[in-house]
């Protein structure tokens, strides 16, 4: 059987290391029909890839790109520059055999980072399929280039946004099975996918680009049974936290999923991202308390009518008042999550999305507000950039700097506009103020031992800010 090397590259510790998810799920998929290993760069950052090498000795190396840079416009940090430094320049040196790239980061990018690394090959979107077919072509020494989201030097095939429609079909992954996760049982989660697709609007964001926008759903069977089975390897400590683009997209799918685990009464400790304001209601909140959930993020990006319609949020400012009403209800901690300088923005929407924080948002939960777009390829706000002569037709988006600002809100003074409302506010944080003072971590880790506290880590780091500013410390 051929030997197939998936390594992942990303070594981004913060908010926490999060397993690589998508090759885990590449790796059960591949199962048996080539021999698969993976290389978890996270914690090695490449230093034993050249011993990986040499004792696998595979015939083709995968690479997974998840993160190409921060989307904080103070922090122009460039990750595709390490992936190449610590992993794909270094593997080049013990080894010829194919190159190939992948992840979500790469598919908004393909060719951009294909020629910026060398590689030979890069798949944009969902690997499983396109990766068999592939390896399959290259080992008949087929030319790839006309297949389905394969990218190659010379050429690539055509694009086709999610190659699969029943997503069940698919094995799970086994993230614990296929590498160490000890160092994720501590600080990080077990990510599982209830879906592939967004079918939302949003101007300005890449994932209709990365998972297409027909949504494929998972049948919540599957779902509880990865969970179920991975909770008996684990154990209780572990924290299972969904990273569909939004959670409780389609409508009824999130609850068909909370149904599955209360009926069979699991006890898993869960939390989810991308809660969108379109379809939450008393029903969702109450099965996601019931299902287990302890944390969510809500991600509205805006409180202000016309930047709501402006940025095609698809939800209303009913909807919006209606979940921060729910979350306060139900009581379920959540980090929410603003971002300011659209098409349109200006001092006065600004402030009434601020008044929307300080009316409907719990105080005890963590607020944070970013300023600037990042401008991704293909998307309606790269059209509108350029319709307003923002960028022209040649700039090179891989840059981490392409950010947008809207007349009516200039990158520094949004900037200002945010740290002086984050100063007047102490549950509101700004997105480039991305990690708390060491002291203040290092204080709530013994706070939490001490009191055997469980509630999340924003919550205790949110009293000791309080407290730290009462003291006059901060
Ligand atoms: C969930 C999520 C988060 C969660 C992660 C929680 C968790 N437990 O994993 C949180 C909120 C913590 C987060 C944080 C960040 N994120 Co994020 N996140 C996502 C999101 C929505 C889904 C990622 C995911 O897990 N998908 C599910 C898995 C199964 O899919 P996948 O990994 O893409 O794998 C599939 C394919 O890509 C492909 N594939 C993957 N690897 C390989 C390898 C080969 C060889 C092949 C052929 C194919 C292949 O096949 C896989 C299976 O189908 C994506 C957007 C998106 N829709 O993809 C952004 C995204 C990945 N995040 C992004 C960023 C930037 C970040 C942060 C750097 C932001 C910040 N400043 O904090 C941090 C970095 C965190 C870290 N430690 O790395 C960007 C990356 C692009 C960019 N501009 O750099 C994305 C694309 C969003 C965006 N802005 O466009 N994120």
């Given at each position: 059987m051929k030997k197939l090397l998936l390594v992942n590259t990303n070594t981004e510790k913060f908010p926490y290391p999060i397993p690589p998810l998508g090759i885990c799920l590449i790796a059960s998929f591949l199962k048996g029909r080539y021999d698969v290993s993976i290389y978890n760069g996270m914690f090695d950052e490449g230093l034993s890839l050249e011993s990986v090498i040499r004792s696998f000795n595979p015939d083709f190396i995968g690479f997974s790109i998840r993160?190409?840079?921060?989307?904080v416009p103070e922090k122009a940090r460039f990750f595709i520059e390490g992936v190449y430094r610590n992993f794909i320049g270094p593997a080049r040196k013990y080894t010829n055999v194919p190159f190939i790239l992948g992840g979500s980061g790469y598919t908004i990018f393909p060719k951009e980072i294909l020629e910026y690394t060398g590689a030979d090959y890069g798949i944009a979107g969902e690997g499983e399929e396109a990766l068999l077919s592939l390896l399959g072509a290259i080992e008949r020494g087929e030319?790839?280039?006309?297949?389905?989201n394969v990218f190659t030097r010379r050429g690539h095939g055509p694009g086709v946004p999610g190659?699969?429609?029943?997503?069940?079909?698919r094995p799970y992954s086994t993230i614990d099975k296929n590498l160490d996760f000890t160092p994720y049982t501590e600080r990080g989660v077990y990510s599982i996918q209830t879906k592939k697709g967004c079918a939302l609007q949003?101007?300005?964001?890449s994932y209709p680009v990365i998972e297409g926008r027909k949504y494929r759903l998972r049948t919540p069977s599957s779902i509880a049974d990865e969970i179920e089975q991975a909770s008996a390897r684990l154990g209780s400590g572990v924290t299972f936290e969904f990273v569909d683009?939004?959670?409780?997209?389609?409508?009824?799918h999130a609850e068909e999923i909370c149904r599955e685990l209360i009926r069979r009464k699991m006890k898993a400790r869960m939390r989810t991202m991308?809660?969108?304001?379109?379809?939450?209601?008393r029903e969702l909140f109450h099965l996601m308390k019931e299902a287990g959930f302890t944390q969510i993020d809500v991600t509205?990006?805006?409180?202000?009518p016309s930047m709501i319609k402006n940025l095609r949020k698809g939800f209303t400012m009913d909807d919006i008042k209606r979940t921060a009403g729910l979350i306060r209800e139900f009581d379920l901690p959540s980090m929410w999550f603003f971002l300011y300088?659209?098409?349109?923005?200006n001092r006065g929407t600004f402030n009434e999305t601020l008044d929307f924080i300080d009316n409907y948002?719990?105080?005890d939960d963590l607020v944070y507000m970013s300023g600037g777009l990042r401008i991704y390829p293909g998307t309606p706000l790269f059209d509108i950039a350029l319709k307003e002569g923002?960028?022209?037709?040649?700039?090179?988006?891989?840059?981490?700097?392409?950010f947008y600002f809207s007349k009516g809100s200039p990158r520094e003074e949004l900037k200002e506009w945010i740290t002086l409302a984050c100063i007047e506010r102490m549950n509101c944080l700004p997105g480039?103020?991305?990690?708390?003072?060491p002291g203040m971590l290092a204080e709530a880790s013994v706070l939490r031992q001490k009191q055997s506290l469980d509630e999340p880590m924003f919550r205790t780091l949110l009293r000791l800010r309080r407290e730290w500013k009462a003291a006059g410390k901060l």
């Open positions: 993160n190409v840079d921060e989307v030319d790839a280039g006309s297949l389905c190659v699969l429609n029943d997503y069940s079909l949003c101007i300005y964001c683009s939004t959670f409780n997209e389609p409508k009824g991308g809660i969108n304001p379109r379809n939450t209601s509205p990006d805006s409180a202000s300088g659209g098409p349109g923005e948002i719990n105080p923002y960028i022209s037709s040649s700039v090179n988006l891989l840059q981490p700097s392409v480039y103020e991305t990690t708390p003072p």
